[in-house]
């Protein structure tokens, strides 16, 4: 790759593609390190991720669903960043990164069983809708307080310097994070202990209705790398060569004992913080349409491979409809998968199930199968 496309700590974001798709510069795919096959693949994922948004609210609003959190305007920062990590990296998400899971190659009915509680789900249906997680991806499952994930990332980067293996970790978080102690707490051990971890900020400019401008004073956030003595980028997280770039860049520095790199990618989020949100209580709407109009992750993509002769209209078509055939293919094998049983609850705790935990989960049994007779629960 040839590195000396980006700097750190600049003002203006790191952007390789226009509005329109055009080349900012004078570069070509090999020299990000990537193939125009690599390109359509990440393509195919940020499609798959937007419309995986749209089934998401349609299963919430139909009462399948109890809660559900849109990627919806972040494609390119989730889908070009994971695509810089190694299938033994460690991916440590936020509360909004579906676009990572899915290049991580997450099944598709099981990230919707997972919304719908359906025992498809790895983790039983026991976490909150649309709070993924898979051991055998190395993916750990959300924990929703803002900000927590970043020292468990550390953490992790602490035990590969132990164990001495050549993993990197990865850790997602936005703009609101930036503001809880774990961000100063995680960034200073970080270095300190000179962790393989890839600090990855993506600032959608909202942190439910507080505006990024209230986070903090300096901006931009990648600046505050400076105070831990490591690199900073600014990156432009709706362009996904310049967010792959930069990633590739911070995640191959880890691996080869260059320690940590916060990366922030400027992007938007189109939608509202969740189903229990309401954004036009508090931002402008014309706002949103800038960024939809002007700076959309898709589009740019799209008009980008359409310059350099690589897609068209008829590939666009079956592009959008091999994705709406995947999602509903998944939907309905999610919906065939039955309710966790109640024994659920209790399992996966421990290696083994201690005497007290049985003795718990026969009680509640019996009292269940009492309730079974009587018609108040559904039988298994
Ligand atoms: C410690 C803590 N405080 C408050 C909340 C409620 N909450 C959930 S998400 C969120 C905003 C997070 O904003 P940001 O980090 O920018 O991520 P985004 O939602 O924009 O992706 C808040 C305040 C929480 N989950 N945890
Ligand atoms: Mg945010």
């Known amino acids: 790759m040839r590195t000396q496309m ?11 593609i226009g509005p329109d798709g055009e080349p900012l510069m004078d570069f070509s795919l090999e020299d990000l390190g990537l193939t125009v ?3 359509k693949q990440m393509y195919y994922y940020m499609v798959l991720t937007r419309r995986f948004d749209d089934k998401g609210l349609i299963l919430t609003r139909s009462g399948k669903a109890l809660f559900y959190v849109e990627a919806k305007g972040q494609e390119a920062a989730q889908v070009a960043s994971a695509w810089a990590f190694d299938k033994e990296d460690w991916i440590i998400p936020a509360h909004r990164e579906h676009g990572v899971y899915m290049v991580r190659g997450y099944p598709l009915e099981e990230m919707f ?22 051991r055998e991806l190395k993916i750990l499952t959300i924990s929703s307080p803002v900000g927590n ?38 960034l200073n051990f970080a270095v300190v202990f000179n962790t393989p971890v890839v600090f990855m900020c993506q600032n959608n400019h909202w942190a439910i209705s507080v505006p990024r401008y209230k986070q903090t004073a300096e901006l931009p956030i990648a600046h505050r790398a400076k105070g831990y003595g490591i ?7 709706n362009d996904p060569l310049a967010v792959y770039a930069v990633t590739k860049y911070a995640v191959e520095k880890a691996r080869s004992g260059g320690g940590p790199t916060l990366i922030e990618f400027l992007t938007y989020r189109y939608g509202a913080h969740s189903t229990a949100d ?14 939809k109009k002007v700076w ?27 994705v709406e055939e995947e999602l509903n293919r998944a939907i309905e094998i999610a919906e065939k998968s039955p309710i966790p049983g109640p024994e ?18 026969e009680e509640l049994l019996e009292e269940w199968r009492e309730r079974e007779r009587l018609g108040l629960v559904k039988k298994h």
């Open 37 to 39: 096959e690599d390109l």
């Open 296 to 322: 959309d992750p898709l589009k740019r993509t799209r008009l980008f491979m359409e310059r350099n002769g690589w897609w068209n209209e008829m590939a666009e078509e079956l592009l959008w409809k091999r």
């Open 113 to 134: 069983a997972q919304l719908m509680g359906r025992a498809l789900d790895p983790n039983k249906g026991r976490q909150m809708p649309a709070h993924w997680g898979k």
């Open 6 to 16: 980006f700097q750190p700590f600049t003002y203006e974001p790191i952007r390789f």
């Open 278 to 291: 309401d954004p036009k209580r508090y931002r402008n709407e014309e706002e949103v349409e800038v960024w």
């Open 344 to 361: 659920t609850t209790f399992e996966d705790v421990f290696s083994y199930m201690p005497d007290f935990l049985k003795d718990e989960m």
């Open 149 to 186: 994930q970043i020292p468990q990332a550390v953490g992790i980067g602490m035990a590969i310097n132990y164990r001495k293996t050549k993993e990197v970790v990865g850790v997602y978080f936005g703009d609101g994070a930036v503001s809880q102690g774990d961000f100063h707490v995680g």
């Open 231 to 237: 690199e900073g980028f600014y990156v432009d997280g």
